[in-house]
């Protein structure tokens, strides 16, 4: 613990993680280098006073989020880091490459388990894998889709070990969220450290909503017309992503609505306007497959719209993301990936899977029992950090626990290795250290292609030695600058 940087007393961990600013003998990467000289010259008071005035600007803003089942959970903050996380271009580069073939093959993928299911004749994937889960919809077979997209807004959860390969962790391909906080932090720092801000050229965010527009309208059905109406769904107010629903409404300047906004006539969906019915051509829903339509699913639902997949079914409307994408995002299926970019694309996956036990298979399942205090156990549908096992900071009764579910039920599970996961510089009150990173790059697309927005959400783990950076489970967040190779500077 020898790296220690300027006036804030940071100090690296050299030889246990991959520290993003510091090379192995502590001297800053090329990249970091003018964020290292600043943290030499920031007094910690004012790293405390800034901190201070972004914990009020987001309360001001209303960025909240909800912990279901916590009493106080209307009012709590996610946690924002002060000191930026820098990534070069060439490094993005590679990463934004990796990220698209990850997408369309996740797309193909859809397209096929919903028709010629080619990839289960193969034997590639196994076909219980599919039709056991609960996320693959029957009535989606046969459909097609405008464009054949599924996944329109993807969030592809990142980590990195070293300062080569980036790997992937999990990919959301249902509802990703966290775009808000991405687009605030920027904002937030912008208006922080204007100087800091000024020193980098740093890659933009702020067009993500125009770039997500256009890539909802342009798969808009044939008969929208030349200006589609499109529109964000939400569960309401009481959802813990409301902020972002309304947020990201506002910025699109799209109508922000609930199930009892919309109803279905002659297999169209229209919206209830003071002036009147107003047709809807692309809805962007944030609200599951199971409370869309209740006439379809669950009939219990007040949330969504009766008769909604008729009007999907007769073509009227675009659902972004598609029903059923979820069965993509699952965690066991997770675990093919590589094979499915092979099967479909004849590629190489450019972005490593994390090694992974599927503990439906009785091989894996033995080694996960045998060394579960050394392995994250997740359930395969699992996701905000619930339902998981961190072995190594696991007590006795937990790995028991643990055990027991394996054995009743292991086809529910998926076992990972303790990664090494890259640090970053972190404020908190008692100074600048290295803490536990991810990085949600957001990837859109539409009929034109596919978007990475450059930088995307980093999450961190605000608690020393922690590697859970869920906000559910006390994480924060920090912005991710994609700056220049080097020193260049404005």
Not at 67 to 73: E, F, L, M, S, T
């Amino acid at each position: 613990m020898d790296a220690v940087v300027g006036r804030v007393g940071y100090v690296s961990l050299p030889g246990l993680f991959f520290d993003e600013m510091s090379e192995a003998g502590g001297q800053p990467r090329q990249v970091y280098q003018r964020l290292a000289r600043w943290l030499e010259t920031v007094p910690p008071d004012l790293l405390a006073s800034r901190r201070r005035q972004a914990d009020l600007l987001f309360r001001r803003i209303g960025i909240t989020f909800a912990v279901y089942g916590d009493k106080d959970a209307t009012e709590r903050l996610i946690p924002f880091d002060l000191v930026p996380r820098l990534i070069s271009r060439t490094e993005w580069a590679r990463l934004e490459i990796g990220l698209i073939q990850r997408v369309k093959a996740l797309n193909m993928f859809l397209a096929d388990l919903y028709g010629a299911r080619e990839i289960i004749k193969a034997g590639v994937v196994p076909s219980d894998l599919i039709y056991r889960n609960p996320y693959f919809r029957p009535e989606m077979v046969g459909l097609k889709v405008p464009h054949d997209v599924y996944v329109h807004i993807a969030g592809i959860d990142i980590v990195r070990i070293d300062d080569k390969d980036f790997y992937v962790l999990e990919d959301n391909a249902r509802t990703p969220s966290g775009v808000s906080y991405m687009l605030e932090n920027r904002e937030v720092m912008m208006r922080l450290f204007p100087e800091l801000f000024g020193s980098h050229r740093v890659a933009p965010v702020e067009n993500y909503p125009d770039i997500l527009l256009n890539s909802l309208r342009s798969v808009a059905p044939p008969t929208a017309g030349s200006d589609p109406t499109v529109v964000l769904l939400t569960p309401g107010m009481f959802n813990s992503a409301y902020y972002e629903h309304s947020f990201l409404a506002d910025k699109l300047g799209v109508e922000l609505v609930e199930g009892r906004d919309l109803f279905v006539d002659n297999d169209v969906v229209f919206m209830r306007t003071t002036e009147g019915p107003k047709r809807v051509d692309v809805i962007y829903r944030r609200l599951d497959d199971d409370f869309l339509d209740p006439l379809a699913f669950r009939p219990d639902s007040a949330l969504g719209v009766p008769g909604l997949m008729n009007a999907y079914r007769a073509g009227s409307v675009t659902l972004a993301n598609a029903v059923g994408t979820g069965v993509a995002d699952d965690k066991a299926t997770y675990t093919y990936m590589p094979e499915i970019i092979r099967f479909y694309l004849g590629e190489e996956a450019i972005l490593k899977n994390v090694p992974t036990y599927r503990c439906r298979e009785p091989e894996a399942l033995s080694y996960v029992l045998d060394h579960l205090d050394e392995l994250v156990v997740k359930e395969v549908n699992g996701s905000g950090g619930y339902g998981m096992l961190v072995g190594p900071h696991a007590t006795r009764d937990q790995l028991a626990t643990f055990a027991a579910k394996l054995k009743h039920d292991p086809a529910n599970f998926i076992a990972q290795p303790t990664l090494a996961l890259s640090t970053c510089p972190t404020a908190d009150a008692t100074g600048i250290g290295p803490r536990h990173v991810d990085l949600r790059p957001f990837v859109l697309t539409g009929a034109k292609g596919t978007r990475v927005v450059p930088g995307g959400l980093t999450r961190v783990a605000m608690k020393e030695g922690s590697l859970v950076v869920n906000s559910s489970q006390g994480g924060g967040t920090k912005d991710t600058w994609v700056v220049d190779d080097g020193e260049a500077g404005r």
